[in-house]
Nanobody, 123 residues
């Protein structure tokens, strides 16, 4: 059974930082490109970032470029999202995802989803 479990969300003031983690089990993690998405109630899920299976290639949404950093540790079956200079508009439920390719992840074609973790940025 595949499980993706996010952690690290919480409440932070604008300008602050958070580091999200996504722990994977039940899949060949090192073979999967991975990604982060976020969703605000009443709005569509939004792509945030993706990382290749080996961590060498990353891609970010324009809204987070320069502030967020995606990374992974294949020895720990874990992916991360370092979020700096947080803004109130970053408030959302953040979910990790595994896909067949980074391109598939970008367009939302996802093989496995995590349950999400809430990030709230106060002004």
């Amino acid at each position: 059974q595949v499980q993706l479990v996010e952690s690290g969300g919480g409440l932070v003031q604008a300008g602050g930082s958070l580091r999200l983690s996504c722990a994977a089990s039940g899949l060949a993690f090192s073979r999967y490109p991975m990604g982060w998405f976020r969703q605000v109630p009443g709005k569509e899920r939004e792509f945030v970032a993706t990382i290749s299976w080996n961590g060498y290639s990353t891609l970010y949404a324009e809204s987070v470029k320069g502030r967020f950093t995606i990374s992974r540790d294949n020895n720990k079956n874990t992916m991360y999202l370092q979020m700096n200079s947080l803004k109130p508009e970053d408030t959302a439920v953040y979910s990790c995802a595994a896909g067949a390719t980074s391109g598939a992840i970008i367009i939302g074609t996802i093989d496995y989803w995590g349950q999400g973790t809430q990030v709230t940025v106060s002004s």
